[in-house]
């Protein structure tokens, strides 16, 4: 299982946003994280924890192993409030799980 | 640069069946963990399964096991989802994704495809 926490996120634009994901089995860095707009693709934005996927604006930061995650947006623009999951990879069964998901909406 | 597109919506009705495309283009997926994730109206995305079309090995979530296939045709660079007896709860976004060479982690997404089970 991942939790994600908080469910929902308001923030003004400008702020800082703190986005966490809890594991319940220790996955060293294996965790990535996305960004979900409505009717368009998920956006894959950090691997392996911390790694940012191409063309993703340093702003965006993942950190933690184990079974702690964290994603954070240094200053929120107005293209990034949306949907974020966390999802992780099982070694076996092989298997994919995502989180419940952090909606990050305009205060 | 790999894209993945899907087939167009669909509305169908309930224990019949449904079947989605993902034709992939800029690049074979043969060899890549394809999966199908979904995300119900007010859910999140949910895994479903996954093939590696070269070899034809699959796995599938248990919620899903017998009532998906998920299968692939190598000389269309082409995987296909298709979810049998649909019921209204199946109602969905239905997605492609195209893993990364560690298998972890999902690079490339197709658009989508609405699924609408409605009698």
């Known amino acids: 299982v991942l939790t994600q926490s908080p469910a929902t996120l308001s923030l003004s634009p400008g702020e800082r946003a703190t986005l966490s994901c809890r594991s319940s089995?220790?996955?060293?860095?294996?965790l990535a994280w996305y960004q979900h707009k409505p009717g368009q693709a998920p956006r894959l934005l950090i691997y392996?924890?911390?790694k940012r996927a191409t063309g993703i604006p340093a702003r965006f930061s993942g950190s933690g192993s184990g079974t702690d995650f964290t994603l954070t947006i240094s200053s929120l623009e107005a293209d990034d409030f949306a949907l974020y999951y966390c999802?992780?990879?099982?070694?076996?069964?092989?298997?994919?799980?995502f989180g419940l998901g952090t909606r990050l909406e305009i205060k | 640069q790999i894209q993945l597109l899907q087939s167009g919506a669909e509305v169908t009705k309930p224990g019949s069946s449904v079947k989605v495309s993902c034709k992939a283009s800029?690049?074979?997926?043969?060899?890549?963990?394809i999966i199908w994730v979904r995300q119900a109206p007010g859910q999140g995305l949910e895994w479903m399964g996954g093939?590696?079309?070269?070899?034809?090995?699959?796995n599938y979530a248990q919620k899903f096991q017998g009532r998906v296939k998920i299968s692939a045709d190598k000389s269309t660079n082409t995987v296909y989802m298709e979810l049998s007896s649909p019921q209204s709860e199946d109602t969905a976004l239905y997605y492609c994704?195209?893993?990364?060479?560690?298998?972890?982690?999902?690079?490339?997404w197709g658009q989508g495809t609405l699924v609408t089970v409605s009698s």
């Open positions: 093939i590696i079309p070269m070899l034809g090995t699959t």
């Open positions: 999802q992780r990879r099982d070694n076996w069964p092989p298997m994919y799980t």
């Open positions: 089995q220790s996955i060293a860095t294996n």
């Open positions: 994704a195209k893993a990364s060479e560690t298998e972890v982690y999902f690079d490339h």
């Open positions: 392996d924890a911390s």
């Open positions: 800029g690049g074979s997926i043969s060899t890549y963990v």
